[in-house]
């Protein structure tokens, strides 16, 4: 895998660290080397690695190259996926009883639901709003639990989220909303993930949330876990939902980071 100098740098360094990559720079390719690298670390142990990035397609890229470049059994030592289904797997599925909204288990529901498109409909009409099926989507939660959101009343949101919830759904804000209530209410848990997980690489981090920068945080606060961090503070497009570049200036400042 041909990388720069300063990219072979970055792949070696073994503490937490911040890249700064505009597109085009490879950062995906680096990235995958410090995956490949650190793999040769946990290999035959008991901590895995986990590879965080913001869509399915990306997911399956990394695996596709992970596949490619890595040894046999090495799916076994990584944790590719979503910051979405990262939650889902490790913390709400695990721990879903200690949440009193969710203590009798949930399913995970998406706009293209039928379902989630027929309860939107019926909380936009009852507060007298035309029923646009994209009404409710893309808005995301902070950390005190208030939506995200200009362009809707955010009474109708929680109103719309709370009726999700009745029905016994979850929606991907709430994923991570919950999953932060469990870290903060179960530090516990935050520690076993801390033991679990050797190294956190999170891609597109520039998009970042303040309730996932939280998760990370919780996380980050036993020493257990290194950080690398690949990020563009010049292509954040999620904005609208929460992101704000000087959250991943934050955060790498917080844990020492290498920039």
């Known amino acids: 895998m041909n990388l720069t100098k300063i990219q072979r740098e970055a792949v070696k360094y073994d503490d937490n660290s911040l890249i700064r990559a505009c597109p085009g720079s490879g950062k995906t390719r680096t990235l995958i ?14 901590r895995k690695i986990v590879c965080l990035t913001y869509t399915n397609a990306a997911v399956h890229e990394i695996e596709g ?20 289904s990262f939650c889902l797997v490790n913390i709400l599925n695990n721990f879903y009883w200690y949440i009193p909204e969710y203590s009798n288990g949930f399913k995970v529901i998406t706009p293209e639901s039928e379902d989630y498109q027929k309860i939107a409909i019926e909380v936009l009409e009852e507060y007298g709003l035309s029923p646009r099926l994209d009404s409710f989507e893309l808005i995301d939660r902070e950390l005190d639990g208030a939506p995200i959101t200009s362009s809707i009343d955010h009474a109708i949101v929680l109103a719309f989220w709370k009726r999700l919830q009745d029905h016994g759904y979850i929606d991907f804000p709430n994923i991570i909303y919950y999953a ?13 993930l801390s033991c679990k997980y050797a190294w956190f690489l999170v891609d597109e981090f520039q998009d970042t949330t303040a309730l996932q920068v939280e998760i990370f945080r919780k996380i980050a606060s036993f020493g257990h876990t290194k950080f690398f961090l690949v990020g563009d503070p010049f292509q954040s497009i999620y904005g609208f939902a929460g ?14 980071a290498k920039m």
């Open 33 to 46: 080397a410090k995956l490949l690298h650190d793999l040769d670390k946990v290999r035959d142990t008991s």
């Open 65 to 84: 190259r992970l596949r490619k470049y890595g040894k046999n059994g090495d799916e076994e030592y990584c944790d590719i996926s979503t910051i979405h």
């Open 180 to 192: 932060v209530r469990l870290l903060s209410d179960k530090p516990s848990i935050a520690y076993a």
């Open 243 to 256: 992101a704000r570049v000087e959250l991943m200036e934050a955060f790498a400042k917080e844990i020492s």
